[in-house]
C-alpha cells in the first residue's frame, strides 16, 4: 500500500478536495463519485458523504493509497 502525508493548512479540508488535492482523483466531480461509490474509508469505516470535514490525525485509504492528514508546522517551524 502507497502512503501520502498530507499537511492540512486550516482547521479541515473536506473529503472530495483531499482527493483532488492529492492526485487520486482528476477532478471533484471524480472525487464526489468515487466517494459515492462506496470505495474511500475514513479512519478504517466506508465514508459516503463526499464533503466530510478531515481533520490531522485522521487517514482516508483509497485503492491501495493511505492519506495521513497532518497538521501544517506553523510559520515560525514548530508544529501546530
Known sequence: MSAI???L???YITLD??????GLAESG???KALVAAGLVQVDGQQ???KTCKLRA????VLAGTRIRI???PSA???PG
Do not use: H, P, S, W
Open 5 to 7: 502525508e498530507f499537511a
Open 9 to 11: 493548512r486550516g482547521d
Open 17 to 22: 478536495a483531499l482527493l483532488k488535492a492529492t
Open 29 to 31: 466531480g471524480r472525487a
Open 47 to 49: 465514508e459516503l458523504r
Open 57 to 60: 490525525g485522521q487517514v482516508v
Open 70 to 72: 497532518a497538521a501544517a
Open 76 to 78: 515560525n517551524g514548530n
